[in-house]
């Protein structure tokens, strides 16, 4: 797996730039300086990520759970340790089939740099947070849609269902302590 950030204007850009990468990793040996910050990186995180009794033990635990020997931790500082540009190269290659990745790219398809199309099959699929619906009671929804204010004399102005709209879905607030919460409720007449 594979991770990078990027705009939408450098979206297809940086699917090459990564794929590229992972292509070189599974066919050429990582620099000595590639290996050397990636081993240290890893080891020296170990004491940041386990640095309370309760993460040393929640790790014991998990390590238990599933079946690891007792020199787990001892094993795998000496593999990182014992780490060759060979041997990642080897992982990559046994690990990583580049046309046989699923990409996800999140963005705005009409603001990328190229045609996603590049680099196989493209399954569009809509994401749009859809807006909340208007009530004409609450005061964090007292806004109209549109510009303007939404108010009547300082206080919320109350919209009458249009055509077409359920005249059912009533307002009730909720009254429950720290809460200022509401919510809806379907009356049947």
Request: glycine letters at 8%.
């Amino acid at each position: 797996m594979a991770f990078v950030g990027t705009k939408n204007e450098t979206a297809h850009e940086a699917v090459t730039v990564s794929l590229d990468e992972i292509r070189r990793m599974t066919t050429e040996l990582v620099t000595e300086k590639e290996l050397s910050v990636a081993t240290d990186g890893i080891l020296n995180s170990e004491v940041f990520n386990f640095d309370t009794k309760r993460e040393i033990l929640d790790r014991q635990v998990l390590f238990e759970m599933y079946g690891y020997p007792e020199t787990f931790l001892d094993d795998y500082r000496v593999a990182i340790q014992g780490m060759t540009a060979e041997k990642v190269r080897e992982a990559a290659a046994n690990l990583w089939k580049v046309d046989d990745m699923s990409i996800l790219v999140v963005g705005n398809p009409a603001d990328f740099d190229g045609d996603l199309g590049d680099f196989g099959p493209v399954n569009d699929i809509d994401i749009t947070i859809p807006e909340p619906e208007w009530c004409s009671r609450c005061p964090t929804r007292a806004r109209e849609p549109g510009p303007g204010p939404a108010t009547d004399g300082g206080r919320p102005r109350r919209r009458e269902p249009q055509a077409g709209q359920d005249e059912g879905l009533q307002h009730r607030h909720a009254a429950r302590p720290r809460d200022p919460g509401h919510g809806h409720e379907r009356v049947d007449r």
